[in-house]
């Protein structure tokens, strides 16, 4: 049974920081690429960033040098640093878990999805 609990959400003020963890279990991790999408009120589902590996990774526009995403596969773990956060990034985060190679910014494309936490930041 394939596992994906995501921790690290909280209350935050504008210009802090926040890191979201995604632990997984269940599957081959190394073996899948791994998203972060993020719903707020009212708003459909969207496409934060991905990784497939240390040097592959994408984000979308809104986030770009202000999140990271990395992983450690050892700990069958993914992580999202978010820094400089602002109001428009509240919202629930979720971490997917991709085996596909196309079209990874669509949500329908990901296996896997953990249950997500909460990301508040204050302005």
């Known amino acids: 049974q394939v596992q994906l609990v995501e921790s690290g959400g909280g209350l935050v003020q504008a210009g802090g920081s926040l890191r979201l963890s995604c632990a997984a279990s269940?599957?081959?991790?190394?073996?899948?690429?791994m998203g972060w999408f993020r719903q707020a009120p009212g708003k459909e589902r969207e496409f934060v960033g991905r990784?497939?590996?240390?040097?592959?990774?994408s984000y979308t526009d809104s986030v770009k040098g202000r999140f990271t995403i990395s992983r450690d596969n050892a700990k069958n773990t993914v992580y999202l640093q978010m820094n400089s956060l602002k109001p428009e990034d509240t919202g629930v985060y979720f971490c997917?878990?991709?085996?596909?190679?196309?079209?990874?910014?669509?949500?329908?494309?990901?296996?896997?999805w953990g249950q997500g936490t909460q990301v508040t930041v204050s302005s």
């Open positions: 997917a878990a991709d085996s596909g190679l196309v079209d990874f910014r669509n949500p329908a494309r990901y296996d896997y």
């Open positions: 269940g599957l081959t991790f190394s073996s899948y690429a």
């Open positions: 990784i497939r590996s240390a040097t592959s990774t």
